[in-house]
């Protein structure tokens, strides 16, 4: 079951792998090590992949169906982050798509998207605007690509780009497996004066072959918090927050924050913005907050929360 899930999805998360199997997370990790072993698959950031290379990218239909609870989270924060009467852009996507469910109630709002999915999600909002690009569609995301979407951009300027993608990387930034879905990314990051990633965090340290969005050019990371096993993601989590970008980090069960939030959530923070490309004011997020640990793991993780 495990390695059908792979071969079909490209990379699924532990947490998603044990749900569909109804086992625990350390169950999963012991079979994945096993399949790991065997050749059969990597193990990746709290996940598992395909084996060698770059990371393919899945259909709609699979990506549908990973990381559901952390992309509703993730959410359900990133659309806290958009002011009544903005004019702002979303990318495609499967997270993107969650975001626009929310923004439909977001009055006097103008959104600019390549995105059927996310023009369908807002299409009978009452007081919201969609303008969509023009382009070619790309039926395995239901987006516009090509030379029509990007010159349909050219000269637009908004508050705000609400971008996914494949993978993110400090060194790299966002990344996607598609050279047009890149490209047209690339216009919407031109047109927009703060640029905000949706990332769960299974595509934390995750690097695919075309870069969308360099690391200083990303005004906030709105994530999940990862497994507490996964160092690499908390790793690379502090590598982004150390080069600028501020992280917004939402509980898998939906909370958001504060009180109702559980214990051991990272907390999320603010890192002062470079001037001048991030201009736009956005609503402040808690800062990351500490937790103590007595093994090495958990002290690096630690001073992540601390910082």
Do not use: C, W
């Not at 193990?43 to 060698?52: C, D, I, N």
């Not at 979407?149 to 705000?160: I, T, Y």
Request: proline share 4%; hydrophobic share 45%.
């Amino acid at each position: 079951m495990i390695l059908e899930m792979v071969r079909a999805n490209g990379a699924v998360s532990l947490r998603e792998l044990a749900r569909v199997v109804q086992t625990s997370e350390v169950t999963v990790r012991r079979d994945v090590r096993a399949l790991e072993a065997e050749g059969l698959l990597d193990r990746r950031h709290g996940g598992a992949v395909l084996p060698g290379g770059f990371t393919r990218e899945s259909g709609f239909p699979q990506k549908s169906h990973l990381a559901t609870a952390e992309k509703t989270a993730i959410a359900d924060l990133a659309a806290g982050f958009v002011e009544e009467g903005e004019a702002i852009v979303v990318g495609a996507g499967t997270t993107t798509q969650e975001l626009a469910r929310r923004l439909a109630r977001v009055p006097g709002l103008t959104v600019v998207t390549n995105s059927l999915l996310v023009a369908q999600a807002l299409a009978h909002a009452n007081r919201v605007e969609v303008v969509m690009t023009g382009g070619t569609l790309r039926g395995s995301n239901y987006a516009l690509v090509g030379s029509g979407a990007e010159q349909s951009l050219q000269g637009l300027r908004v508050s705000r780009a609400f971008l996914s993608g494949s993978g993110l990387t400090a060194e790299r930034g966002l990344s996607t497996s598609n050279m047009l879905s890149a490209s047209v990314d690339r216009a919407l990051v031109q047109a927009a004066a703060e640029v905000v990633v949706l990332a769960d965090h299974t595509k934390l340290g995750t690097d695919t072959m075309f870069q969308t969005v360099p690391t200083d050019l990303i005004t906030r990371l709105v994530t999940d918090e990862p497994p507490a096993h996964d160092d690499r993601a908390a790793t690379e989590l502090q590598a982004l927050a150390d080069q600028g970008v501020q992280i917004a980090v939402a509980g898998a069960n939906g909370n958001q924050g504060g009180d109702d939030v559980p214990a051991r959530r990272l907390q999320r923070r603010d890192v002062p913005l470079p001037a001048p490309r991030r201009q736009v004011p956005l609503r402040a997020a808690n800062a990351f907050g500490e937790q103590s640990a007595a093994t090495e793991r958990a002290a690096r993780v630690a001073d992540l929360r601390r910082r």
